[in-house]
T-cell receptor
Framework: AQKVTQAQTEISVVEKEDVTLDCVYE???????LFWYKQPPSGELVFLIR??????QNEISGRYSWNFQKSTSSFNFTITASQVVDSAVYFC?????????????FGPGTRLSVLP | ETGVTQTPRHLVMGMTNKKSLKCEQH?????MYWYKQSAKKPLELMFV???????ENNSVPSRFSPECPNSSHLFLHLHTLQPEDSALYLC?????????????FGSGTRLTVV
């Protein structure tokens, strides 16, 4: 099965707290890509990061960091010192090859609310 | 502006109406997509146009009809919709039909069927 699970439906934190969004995936492919997208209230999905299955190095970009653990099939996303502008729905996604060509399998999303 | 523009942003239509959603990109991308985002459901791929070849999700009802006149424009024609079709319809584009480059999404059309 090709599947992405984001167990946290909604998270609320107070500004400046750190928050981790969980993502667990299932895939039969040996080579695959994982993504995180942010969907602010304006609606568009904004690309945050892509990680290929051969690169398990953790990545940091400003206040954002990602922890990829192939052994547990997880690709978690941490926001350090959260800000109100981080409030959005965050989607983890897995690239798959299916009957429709190459496609994404999206997780259900985690709604993050950062309170002032 | 994300580079992918969708119009209208909001649309309310009756079940007997015919309307069209429009998507436009000038990023030089060769693939365009329609996604449906319903409340409490994962994003669902509806249609793909890649290098002018159309691929569709066979579970999409025929009351949704896509059109891609050129690589920059994509339409979704709607007719005799049902209330359960109310959702956010997102258009996306990518340099090719490969997901590894990520997609650029538009802001979506919020459709309400009454």
């Amino acid at each position: 099965a090709q599947k992405v699970t984001q167990a946290q439906t909604e998270i609320s934190v107070v500004e400046k707290e750190d928050v981790t969004l969980d993502c667990v995936y299932e895939t039969r492919d040996t080579t695959y890509y994982l993504f995180w997208y942010k969907q602010p209230p304006s609606g568009e999905l904004v690309f945050l990061i892509r990680r290929n299955s051969f690169d398990e190095q953790n990545e940091i970009s400003g206040r954002y960091s990602w922890n990829f653990q192939k052994s547990t099939s997880s690709f978690n996303f941490t926001i350090t010192a959260s800000q109100v502008v981080d409030s959005a729905v965050y989607f983890c996604a897995l690239s798959v090859r299916d009957n429709y060509g190459q496609n994404f399998v999206f997780g259900p999303g985690t709604r993050l609310s950062v309170l002032p | 502006e994300t580079g992918v523009t969708q119009t209208p942003r909001h649309l309310v239509m009756g079940m007997t109406n015919k309307k069209s959603l429009k998507c436009e990109q000038h990023l030089g991308h060769n693939a365009m997509y329609w996604y449906k985002q319903s409340a409490k459901k994962p994003l669902e791929l509806m249609f793909v146009y890649s290098l002018e070849e159309r691929v569709e999700n066979n579970s999409v009802p025929s009351r949704f009809s896509p059109e891609c006149p050129n690589s920059s424009h994509l339409f979704l024609h709607l007719h005799t919709l049902q209330p359960e079709d109310s959702a956010l319809y997102l258009c996306a584009s990518s340099p090719s039909g490969e997901t590894i480059y990520g997609y650029t999404f538009g802001s979506g059309t919020r459709l309400t069927v009454v």
